[in-house]
């Protein structure tokens, strides 16, 4: 039945779906319209439409970040011209409640500018966030910058939920209900727990220096030592305890990459079905966009960023940190290759670029997370700003993310190659910088 549906419905939007589209976006982000429009499943349906050739993919994108972009926009004005007394007097004819402005103030409150982004992705934050933005007369440049970002990474992202699911719609219902459950299930597990430990904060203070007192009195070195491993601001407390556990967290998950590998359990059997999945949803558009990503963003703009790091190193005389670059970077190249000519594992047949070497792990999974997590490593050391922070942060994991898809997309790895060379060069870079660290802290508190 559904399909005899869409098959009516189909033909007759390639004229008027970019025009629904656009509308259903614009209106879902504006001001006190955000319950009442769709634009989120649009977009979703827009992807399904240019998986089957009625839409263009990368029309689709445009046009859903241009509404979403305009939509916030709209927003913000009307919070900046109006205020808060507007909407309280009639945002009761759109289902609009004091409540929801009341929380979503408190996370303008406490985040500014990453509320207007993140909320993107949040139903009821996304037609408030904008419209808290205008009222608290947020600089609009900064709103902007976080707008823009948050309304391309939306659209690009359900845009492709669409489009790489497009090819089945019974897959689609099964799929997305059984990810909708989960991400009900999860976020409100979420929510219960940061009301629930919110409204017991002081009882829980309480608790834990009661707790303090009495293990203190009875092991008082052994509690003080590892009391000061979680210490905040000194290199051997939070810092190298933090550093350890990611650490292990990265080996771990190597080894269990490594162990479906050898064992061929469930890794191994989902390379194959990647693998067919994308031969299916190939297309002359996406391909170009993979050969750009994998060529610009995994090796020209990352030896650019990694040489521009050595040379303000160089200049500010960082002598430590101009060390840990080259010990992650340098030394990853070692362990990359010792680790392909360990495994040497084939790469997959019909590669839609040419490749050389062992697949296994990813050289450039692995060399994206060396060199753009170096550089957010040394955005949290040396910027203060955080708008900045997040700028380098979100575009950094964002070509991270990307590097690894388009490998997989042009078939030169697995997906277990990717994952891998994402593990191996993570804990690299988390040893490096621990190993750095360390050294230069011993030699300061040398005497």
């Given at each position: ?8 419905i ?76 507007f909407?309280?007097k ?25 509320t ?30 976080f707008n ?76 003080e ?127 839609l ?15 994206a ?42 078939n ?27 050294i ?5 508190s040398?005497?």
């Amino acid at each position: 039945m559904e399909k005899y549906i869409l098959n009516i419905i189909l033909p007759h939007l390639n004229h008027w779906g970019y025009y629904v589209l656009f509308l259903m976006t614009f209106l879902e982000t504006s001001a006190l319209l955000g319950f009442l429009v769709p634009g989120e499943s649009m977009v979703v349906i827009a992807g399904l439409l240019a998986s089957r050739g009625i839409l263009e993919l990368g029309d689709v994108i445009w046009v859903a970040s241009v509404g979403a972009i305009m939509g916030d926009t709209v927003g913000y004005f009307i919070g900046h011209r109006f205020g808060e007394g507007f909407f309280l007097k009639y945002g009761k004819y759109f289902f609009f409640k004091k409540e929801y402005l009341d929380e979503a103030k408190g996370y303008f409150d406490k985040h500014g500018g990453k509320t207007v982004f993140f909320g993107r992705f949040m139903a009821w934050l996304r037609a408030f966030a904008p419209v808290v933005a205008g009222i608290s007369k947020m600089y609009y440049p900064k709103f902007l910058f976080f707008n823009i970002a948050g309304g391309v990474a939306w659209a690009a992202a359900f845009s492709l939920l669409g489009y790489f699911a497009g090819n089945s719609w019974d897959m689609i219902k099964r799929y997305l209900g059984r990810f909708g459950l989960l991400a009900f299930i999860c976020g409100a597990l979420i929510i219960f727990l940061y009301f629930f430990l919110t409204k017991r904060r002081r009882l829980i203070q309480e608790k834990v220096g009661w707790i303090d007192k009495k293990v203190s009195s009875q092991i008082p070195k052994t509690w003080e030592f590892v009391k000061s491993r979680f210490s905040a601001g000194e290199w051997y407390g939070l810092n190298l305890t933090t550093g350890i556990i990611l650490l292990m967290l990265a080996l771990l998950s190597f080894g269990e990459i490594i162990e479906d590998l050898i064992d061929k359990e469930a890794l191994f059997y989902l390379d194959f079905r990647i693998q067919r999945f994308i031969e299916g949803v190939i297309s002359h558009q996406v391909t170009r966009f993979m050969v750009d990503i994998t060529n610009l963003g995994g090796v020209y703009l990352a030896m650019f960023v990694t040489g521009t790091m050595t040379l303000y190193l160089l200049y500010k005389r960082y002598w430590w940190e101009l060390f840990n670059i080259f010990l992650a970077v340098g030394g990853g190249e070692i362990v990359l290759t010792l680790l392909k000519l360990f495994f040497h594992r084939p790469r997959p047949a019909q590669q839609l670029v040419t490749a050389h070497g062992y697949s296994f792990p990813s050289g450039h999974a692995f060399s994206a997370v060396i060199a753009y997590g170096f550089l957010i490593y040394m955005t949290w050391r040396l910027i203060k700003s955080e708008t900045l922070r997040f700028i380098i942060f979100f575009i950094s994991i964002l070509l991270i993310i990307f590097i690894g898809i388009s490998r997989i997309y042009l078939n030169v790895h697995w997906l277990t190659d990717v994952l891998g060379g994402y593990a191996a060069g993570f804990s690299w870079l988390v040893f490096s910088i621990i190993m750095v660290n360390t050294i230069e802290q011993f030699y300061k508190s040398a005497p």
